[in-house]
């Protein structure tokens, strides 16, 4: 079955970095496009990147535009979000979540989340 | 503030019918792009519960059904029960913004 493990959260200072991994198995990862997702708390969800099947293209939100990079490794099917210049508002659980391939792209499994706490 | 517009709260007693209404514009849903509704339960995986507008993946039950219409759609749950207490987001696309979400409803069951 398929499975999306995020790791990597944690506690950080204003502008300080932090990368976060997730974990694929279950399916063909260098086949599927990837998008990385966030919800601050109390607040809705925000899609932050995602990144081509074979890592050739990416696109950001502005919110996170040079400041965070997407970017994945086919032979350890992992995808990463490499975050710097981290902010206050950055504090949130950051989920991975896998593109369909049904055609109508919308995001069909996603991992359980890793809180990213941005605080001095 | 987020791009496609739910209300923050819908409640209805078990057995009931509710709906959630998501409302875009002409750079989202207006311009054809479909809409795809996720259920987000504490502490799990945030669950995908129709895409492509109205369509289920496998083991989503019947109850749930959605549909949309110009810059609009709506998620709509009969036979409610207490399992369905969660929030719920819809999802599109803008040709500038790229993938946009709802700001999430809140189902509460009575």
């Known amino acids: 079955q398929v499975q999306l493990v995020e790791s990597g959260g944690g506690v950080v200072q204003p502008g300080g970095s932090l990368r976060l991994s997730c974990a694929a198995s279950?399916?063909?990862?260098?086949?599927?496009?990837m998008h990385w997702v966030r919800q601050a708390p109390g607040k809705g969800l925000e899609w932050l990147a995602d990144?081509?099947?074979?890592?050739?293209?990416?696109y950001y939100a502005d919110s996170v535009k040079g400041r965070f990079t997407i970017s994945r490794d086919n032979s350890k099917n992992t995808l990463y979000l490499q975050m710097n210049g981290l902010r206050i508002e950055d504090t949130a659980v950051y989920y991975c979540?896998?593109?369909?391939?049904?055609?109508?792209?919308?995001?069909?499994?996603w991992g359980q989340g890793t809180l990213v706490i941005v605080s001095s | 503030q987020s791009v496609l517009t739910q209300p923050p709260s819908v409640s209805g007693a078990p057995g009931q019918r509710v709906t959630i209404a998501c409302t875009g514009s002409s750079s989202d849903i207006g311009a054809g792009y479909d809409v795809h509704w996720y259920q987000l339960l504490p502490g799990a995986a945030p669950k995908l519960l129709i895409y492509g507008n109205s369509n289920r993946p496998s083991g989503v039950p019947d109850r749930f059904s959605a549909s949309t219409s110009g810059t609009s759609a709506s998620l709509a749950i009969t036979g409610l029960q207490a399992e369905d207490e969660a929030d719920y987001y819809c999802q599109s696309y803008d040709s500038s913004l790229f993938w946009v979400f709802g700001g999430g409803t809140k189902l509460t069951v009575l």
């Open positions: 979540a896998r593109k369909s391939l049904s055609g109508w792209e919308e995001f069909d499994y």
């Open positions: 279950g399916f063909t990862f260098s086949g599927s496009a």
């Open positions: 990144i081509s099947y074979d890592g050739g293209r990416q």
